[in-house]
């Protein structure tokens, strides 16, 4: 006869008595290692098990790069309409309207300007969380209009990439854009204005293919997924089996279409450097 026997079937606890653990006190990154979630924000939202980068939007980034986290805002409440009445699974406007709901975010970019380490700078960072980071008319028009601040007011413009690509709901409106934000890059460059880029991960699809690559300098966060097509699309384009590491930042490196991996830790003091360089004067 067993030890145990369960004299009254059905869960009697009160829902008010249950000892649930709270969601995100810890968090478990892809080799494995479990860390503590306070301590992986403390750390920037890299893992000190293994060095991995995190995924973090905006918010993260503006903290880590603006000092004391102060900046303005640009174009903040620009949002994205439904011209072509897109529908799939449903319609584009409400999973719009659900996106905005869930992230607390207006579209898939933020454009900000604030000092860093003293001078002042234009940050213009994607959000993956609202709708992978793809690149509709509001993206391009934000980046756009961004990059005009830069030209107006001669200030150095930071691009921060992680996109899917282009939003299929816009269709060519979306297509247009990588056009659009390369021929203001443009712009950018007879202005003698200094581009930093910096792609995060993934940086894929239309970003990859106008303005994650046309920076004065391209860096990226270590592990970040590049590429234009992904990995089962080239394969069966090219008809080959793929190298070992295929589109991570570091086969990118090797390649050459980055010029440098830079941790997190290091963004600010590397992004300003870069700055100092390229404008020659006095490092800080």
């Not at 080799?31 to 000190?48: C, F, H, Q, W």
């Not at 709901?101 to 860093?116: F, P, Q």
């Not at 443009?186 to 204005?193: G, R």
């Not at 200094?194 to 004065?216: E, Q």
Request: glycine share 8%.
């Amino acid at each position: 006869m067993a030890w145990f026997k369960r004299t009254q079937k059905g869960i009697t606890t009160a829902t008010e008595d249950k000892k649930d653990v709270p969601k995100g006190l810890w968090y478990k990154s892809p080799t494995g290692k479990i860390i503590d979630a306070d301590e992986l924000a403390r750390n920037l939202y890299v893992s000190p098990e293994d060095g991995f980068h995190v995924r973090i939007g905006s918010k993260e980034y503006f903290e880590i790069l603006f000092d004391n986290n102060e900046f303005e805002e640009l174009d903040k409440n620009m949002t994205a309409k439904d011209p072509l009445h897109f529908v799939d699974t449903k319609k584009y406007s409400d999973r719009l309207k659900e996106a905005q709901e869930k992230t607390k975010l207006k579209d898939a970019v933020r454009t900000a300007v604030g000092k860093s380490k003293g001078r002042d700078l234009v940050v213009c960072c994607m959000d993956f969380a609202f709708i992978g980071g793809s690149m509709g008319a509001v993206v391009g028009e934000k980046i756009a209009r961004g990059i005009d601040y830069s030209i107006k007011n001669k200030v150095p413009f930071v691009m921060i990439s992680k996109s899917g690509g282009a939003r299929m709901m816009e269709a060519a409106y979306s297509l247009m854009q990588l056009a659009k934000t390369s021929a203001k890059l443009a712009q950018l460059a007879e202005a003698k204005i200094p581009y930093i880029s910096l792609c995060t991960d993934p940086t894929t699809g239309g970003t990859t293919a106008s303005y994650a690559m046309l920076g004065d300098v391209n860096i990226s966060e270590p592990g970040a997924l590049i590429g234009f097509a992904g990995p089962r699309v080239v394969k069966d384009t090219t008809g080959r089996e793929l190298p070992e590491g295929f589109q991570t930042a570091e086969f990118v490196l090797e390649h050459g279409f980055l010029d440098f991996i830079t941790p997190r830790k290091e963004l600010k003091d590397k992004i300003n450097l870069y700055l100092d360089l390229i404008l020659n004067q006095d490092i800080r």
